[in-house]
């Protein structure tokens, strides 16, 4: 199989051509690992996802589903099969194994090797070719245990609420909104209110059977919590209802470890991403014989990696 970067990832194999995670219009088949906005696809492609990432990718556009694949599920195109993987970085988000006669390919996408409140951590998938992101693929990224990172999301939010303010957070609306009104859940007995963009994703998410209790901010119930201040507040935009407290802005990012995030009360390095030591791990247990790097730091990973005896280079999307 033969890996090409460019305008998105291309791999040939046998005579499939194969895009990963590419906004290009283009021929053959799309895998599309998740649905942030980065890795969407053209209009036009033919897409190979999730049901989950079909479900988010379908309430900001419309799309050409090819072929909606369960974690597990193998299908055939020609004589390629394809199979996703969870990679636990979102809702829905995979990796891809594709097997043909060239031989195999793992594509991981965003991924994040440690389980979460609400998703299991990505499994390293054996194949000879590896493609595997590297956002955090520098030796000063690693974080604390996520239960540490929780504990501390947790005492913030009790302290401010004692403190007559309303504690809130700017994030991801796919991905880190649902893992905060998780813990939220699992922790605190008081309501997760949501912006409007995460309503949406965080319910129709639902029909997949992540159930997640929140309130839209803007509803009656939910503005009346709001007023009343014991609550914790999910938005994708630093906008908030009028309310007699002050609300206090946590940001939730793993460059959290090592900036400081200007306009925020409070920053915590909750990463959708596995840190250097994740990334490094899946590396070594994939067993591959060929590892690219794409995105952050590819560069310095692929050095690392190089070191330690395996063959990886770094590569242009
Ligand atoms: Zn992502």
């Given at each position: 199989m033969e890996v090409l970067g460019g305008r998105g990832l291309l791999v040939k194999a046998g005579n499939q051509r194969i895009w990963l995670d590419s906004k290009a219009e283009n021929d053959g088949i799309s895998l599309v690992s998740h649905a942030h906005s980065d890795h969407a696809p053209g209009r036009s492609n033919k897409i190979i996802t999730t049901p989950e990432t079909a479900c988010v990718l379908k309430l900001f556009g419309s799309h050409r589903f090819e072929k909606l694949i369960q974690y597990g599920e193998r299908v055939k195109f020609g004589d390629i099969r394809i199979s996703a993987y969870p990679s636990?970085?979102?809702?829905?988000s995979s990796q891809f194994l594709v097997e043909g006669d060239g031989g195999s390919l793992v594509y991981t996408g965003d991924i994040n090797t440690y389980d979460s409140v609400i998703l299991k951590g990505a499994k390293p998938l054996g194949s000879e070719t590896l493609i595997l992101e590297a956002t955090y693929g520098s030796p000063r990224y690693i974080f604390p245990a996520r239960e540490e990172i929780y504990a501390e999301i947790i005492r913030w939010i009790i302290e401010t609420i004692r403190e007559g303010e309303i504690p809130a957070f700017k994030v991801y609306a796919l991905g880190k909104a649902q893992e905060i009104i998780g813990l939220i859940n699992a922790y605190l007995k008081i309501p997760a209110l949501t912006s409007f963009t995460i309503d949406r994703i965080t319910e129709s998410l639902s029909?997949?059977?992540f159930k997640l209790d929140h309130l839209p901010v803007n509803s009656p119930e939910g503005l009346e919590a709001f007023r009343q201040g014991e609550c914790v507040y999910v938005s994708s935009k630093k906008y908030s209802p009028p309310s007699k407290h002050r609300i206090r802005w946590a940001a939730a990012t793993g460059w959290a470890l090592r900036y400081r995030l200007n306009g925020f009360d409070a920053a915590f390095p909750l990463s959708g991403h596995a840190d250097f030591s994740g990334l490094v791990r899946y590396a070594e247990e994939s067993g591959a014989e060929r590892i690219y790097l794409v995105y952050g730091f590819a560069e310095e990973l692929a050095r690392h990696l190089r070191r330690k005896g395996l063959r990886a280079e770094a590569i242009e999307r």
């Open positions: 636990g970085h979102v809702i829905g029909q997949h059977g």
